[in-house]
Every structure is written in C-alpha cells, then in structure tokens.
C-alpha cells in the first residue's frame, strides 16, 4: 500500500465514521459497524488508526482546527472590535458549511470520553474568545449598551449553529445568501 | 390504584421516558430500559400507555400542543405583523422555557416512525406560519426589505431553538432575560 493509498483511505474511514458517529452517536457506534459501512474489515482499520477514538479525535480536530484558524487571520486582530466580530461570523459560517460533517458532529458532542471532553473545553475557548469581541464592541458604542455580551454571543453562535440543521450543500441558499443573512441579525444590534 | 394515582404515574412516566429518548434516542430506548430508569415493571407501563410509540407521541404533543396554543392567543392574531410576529417569539421562548424537557426531545426527533414524521410535519406547519408573518411584516415596511422571509425565520427559530441546549431552570438567566435578548435581535431587524 502506498502513502497516497493510505490516505486515501483514512481519508474515506473518516468521512464514514463521522456520518455514523452523527446518526448514531458515538458511544452507540462500535469498530464492527464502522468497518461494515465502511465495507473494509476491522483490522485495516486499525491499519489507519489505534481506536474508535483516535477517529473522533481526528473528526473533531477538523471541524476545531478550521474554527480556530478563524481567529489568526489578521482581520480578526486588527480594526474595531465590530469588525473584528463580523470577520469571525462570517468566517464561522463559511468553516460551518465548508466542514459540515465534522462541525456537525462536533455539536452533538456531550462529554463522556477524554476525547469528547478536550473538544468541549475547545468550544469553550472559542466561545470565550468571541464573547470578549462582543463585550468589547458594546464597549466602543458600537453595539447597543443593553446587550448583555454573554447571553448575545450564545444567541448569535445559537442561530450560526442551527444552521446544521437544514442546510444541505447545493441547496438553493449559497454560503454567501448565508453568510449575507447571519450577518444582517448581527448588523441589526449595531447602535 | 385510584385514577388520581394513575394520572399521577403517567405523569410520572412521561418524565423520565422524555429524559430516556433525549439521552439515548428513542430507537436506542427500549421499554425494559424505560421500565429499569422509573423503577417499575414492563407491565404497570403498559397499565398506562399502549407502547413505546405512545409515549414518545404524548411527550411530542405535549410541546406541539403549547407552541400551537401561541397562535390561538389573540396578540397572534390581531395588530400589525410585527407586533404578532414579537408576540409569538416571545411566548415560543416561554413555552420552550415551560416545558423544555418535551421541547428539547422534539428537537433531536428525526422522523423514523409514524410518530416522529407526524411531529416533523406540524413543526414544518408552525414554521410556515412564522414565514407568513415575517413576509407580512417586511411587506408592511416594519422588517428591513433586504431580508429574505424564509431564512430569516430559519435563523431566528434556530436562534431560539438553540436555547435548549445550554438553558436550565433556575439558571442565573431567567426566562424573561432570555425573552428580552431574544427580542433585541428582532427588532434588531426592523426599519
């Protein structure tokens, strides 16, 4: 098997582990049933991989790493805090559409393994992270005094999150009507 | 047992297989499981309920029904449509605060059963009610005219859909905090 080859195929064991780990959650989903949708036999999974784990891990990285590059491009650090916060929305979209499986998988994540517990405290940080932009925006005046930082950013990253509940890739609505439609609600609570 | 004591058990029945489907799925619940979690026997469920279908459509009723009374409240049907539009966010939120536990499990209901499917479709019936009025309030001049109904609604129900993830009773945030910042994304959207 050639390092290209094997790519390939972990490449394919994931994006059918994420699938399954989705409908079936993780914890109800076993090795045997990976390797029969899959249509592989166990042990070239483990050919690809130490555990069931490791896939998740690896499943959920995707979706974290992508999310987290959003916060080192330069206009997320540099401008007004408002300017910063819509950078991340629209960027979080994009990564949300981009990374679908994964990011979907990632919010159906409850905590009951290491693995599941690392990519919550991710979330988390993320969370923090655009918390402080909207606090910090209200601050400059550019957001409206009454809101309250904490309980605007759950909403806001509620409403971007929900969209994995619908959105289908080539459905009429394109990642820009999307991106336009989030960032309209955002734009609503400028001062 | 008197008929108070069965309504009583029902009640009680319905509480923890509401809290059993939510965690485990409902295909992943079976009545051995719902019997071991309340602490009786598979026979006195069945004193109660036909099958496991019929608890899962009297938990799924119970939600269904309280969003559906929101309409049927006279600020839903007379004023101007964003005013009915504001009043039915506003009860949506409470009636998900109220009885969050059937709410939450309406949620995660992804139609493989009779049940389910029928569940989906007065959820798909409220949403198009919603639609009707964000259409009409943008018509009316009272919502921006760049925005599209369809996914507005989307995004503001997904918003408020959102909530069930992260809200708990007797939380620090109380339901009208919840109602108010709910609401200042609304009328964020207004001319």
Redesign the interface.
């Known amino acids: 098997m050639t390092p290209e080859r094997a790519r390939y195929d972990q490449e394919s064991l994931l994006v059918v582990a994420t699938q399954v780990f989705t409908e079936r959650?993780y914890d109800?989903t076993s090795m045997e049933d990976l390797a029969r949708v899959a249509g592989i036999t166990k042990s070239s999974i483990y050919h690809h991989v130490e555990s069931k784990e490791e896939i998740l891990r690896i499943a959920l990285d995707r979706a974290l790493d992508a999310l987290f590059v959003v916060f080192s491009e330069p206009p997320s650090s540099s401008g007004a805090a408002v300017d910063r916060l819509r950078h991340v929305v629209r960027r979080t979209v994009e990564v949300l559409v981009a990374e679908l499986p994964y990011v979907t998988l990632l919010l159906r994540v409850r905590g009951n393994t290491a693995t599941e517990k690392a990519a919550l405290e991710r979330r988390r940080t993320f969370d923090r992270q655009v918390r402080a932009l909207v606090a910090e925006a209200i601050a400059d005046g550019d957001l409206?005094p009454?809101?309250?930082p904490a309980?605007?950013e759950?909403?806001?990253f509620?409403?971007i999150?929900?969209?994995v509940?619908?959105y289908r890739p080539r459905s009429e609505?394109t990642v820009d009507?999307?991106v336009a439609?989030?960032l309209?609600?955002v734009?609503?609570?400028?001062t």
């Open positions: 959650g109800g409206r009454e809101l309250d309980l605007t759950r909403l806001v509620g409403m999150n929900s969209v509940e619908w609505t009507d999307l439609a989030v309209a609600v734009d609503g609570l400028r």
